[in-house]
């Protein structure tokens, strides 16, 4: 659902539009990632709203990474980046500390901590730390809808990669599913795509030009030429 929350962020906020074309090819996508993951859902009431929540933070975050690298700031990705981990470091603190877990980080490290499990956390913190460039590369080059596509694209290949690696049994709607899904993704890639190149497209002349060869009039031989050119029409 991220795709939907993130149009209507962006419609309600940002003030933008999109095509018929642009909802019809979301479509066969979101209903993909449903067909993919049914099966896999347990109801609470708290689980609802976290998750609705969660959806509408993504969303936001999204569209919020994007303008501020497109927009008034045009801040580069790490620059983004070195202004956002100190933040999201802090956050982890706090939430840390709050549920306990800080106190058994604590003791970890005085008991149990390695030389190879700090080599495994620097490798780790390194391939977040390109996760994360690529990310803002990317939501900075496209959009935030089309990073909320690529995500729910990304969901459903997880699952392929489950089925290959650990033999997860899945049935024939969970395989229709991904199959759609990635129909639904390269339908949106296209209209995207083909959107793009209208805009970009240069504007027709109202008259045709003149050729660098054709010789230079007056300027009562352009009015002139200008008066027959209104009488025809």
Not at 79 to 86: A, K, N, T
Not at 88 to 116: H, Y
Not at 142 to 160: D, E, F, G, P
Not at 212 to 225: G, K, R, T, V, Y
Request: glycine letters at 6%; proline letters at 4%; aromatic letters at 10%.
């Amino acid at each position: 659902m991220t795709p939907v929350f993130t149009i209507a962020i962006s419609i309600l906020f940002l003030g933008k539009r999109y095509s018929a074309m642009t909802y019809l090819s979301l479509m066969p996508l979101l209903l993909g990632v449903y067909m993919a993951t049914v099966g896999d859902y347990s109801y609470t009431a708290m689980g609802f709203f976290l998750t609705v929540l969660g959806t509408v933070l993504a969303a936001t975050k999204t569209v919020v990474t994007n303008r501020i690298q497109i927009g008034r700031l045009q801040l580069h990705p790490l620059d983004l980046l070195l202004r956002m981990s100190p933040l999201a470091f802090v956050q982890t603190v706090i939430f840390s500390w709050m549920k306990g877990e800080l106190d058994e980080v604590v003791s970890f490290c005085k008991t149990e901590i390695s030389t190879k499990l700090l080599l495994a956390l620097l490798v780790n913190g390194i391939i977040a730390f390109f996760l994360n460039y690529v990310s803002f590369t990317a939501n900075k080059k496209t959009s935030a809808l089309t990073m909320t596509v690529a995500a729910n694209v990304k969901q459903v290949l997880s699952i392929v990669v489950a089925v290959t690696v650990f033999n997860t049994k899945i049935g024939f709607l969970n395989g229709l599913g991904i199959i759609t899904t990635l129909l639904g993704g390269a339908c949106y890639s296209y209209v995207d795509l083909r959107e793009k190149a209208q805009r970009m497209r240069p504007p027709t002349p109202a008259f045709p030009l003149a050729s660098p060869n054709a010789p230079i009039l007056s300027e009562q031989e352009s009015e002139e030429l200008l008066n027959i050119r209104i009488s025809k029409q």
